[in-house]
């Protein structure tokens, strides 16, 4: 369909924007390398660049109708910093947690409370944004089986097991933001504490 034709959005990821992208995000993998001192800088210009991009991601779709295609590309980019943390964070849930098989275990990288901060509140809500796009706006828009996404190949936006993958994947995320944010304001998982509370035991009948 004509109304279906992406024209493209230079403001949210014009040709300037994504080469940005690119710089800072291979540049992270370089300093990291070669200079641990100078790692928070970057990932605080990653931090902006990403939150740039949602920003005005959300205040174009306020103003104005955006096709699938466009927000897809700009949520991309805004969760470019995350999305190479998910296999990792798989692959200690698989490894059970263990510091053994951290892939974290050999980072330098010290962040301050307050990058933290930032930084999980924009992951929270990027990722409540991916989420309604994903279950909410491509299912409901007409224009997403004529346009295409990426899985290791072209995919149609529109195709059911595309949609599938990346709302369970983001609402993965959402719901381990949300239990991490509750692990911080002091809840305890029930499985834990009676775990604690075997370990607690068996350590009094030792002595």
Not at 84 to 103: G, H, S
Not at 108 to 117: L, M, N
């Amino acid at each position: 369909m004509a109304s279906c034709q992406v024209q493209g959005e230079p403001e949210l990821y014009g040709l300037g924007i994504r080469v940005a992208f690119y710089i800072q995000w291979f540049g992270a993998i370089v300093v990291e390398y070669l200079e641990v001192a100078d790692l928070p800088d970057m990932r605080l210009i990653g931090l902006l660049f990403s939150a740039a991009a949602f920003i005005g991601l959300v205040v174009k779709l306020s103003v104005a109708t955006l096709q699938p295609a466009d927000v897809y590309i700009v949520l991309l980019l805004a969760m470019g910093i995350y999305l190479f943390l998910v296999p990792l964070y798989i692959w200690k849930a698989v490894t059970c947690f263990r510091p053994y098989w951290d892939p974290f275990r050999w980072s330098k990288e010290t962040p301050s409370p307050a990058f933290k901060g930032l930084n999980f509140a924009l992951l929270l809500a990027i990722t409540s944004l991916a989420v309604w796009y994903w279950c909410s706006f491509v299912p409901e828009n007409p224009c997403s089986s004529d346009q295409y996404g990426f899985l290791f190949s072209r995919v149609g936006l529109g195709n059911k097991g595309f949609i599938a993958f990346n709302a369970i994947m983001y609402f993965v995320i959402l719901l381990a933001c949300v239990l991490i944010l509750l692990l911080k304001v002091g809840w305890r998982v029930p499985y834990w504490r009676e775990r604690r509370k075997k370990r607690r035991v068996k350590s009094v009948l030792r002595f």
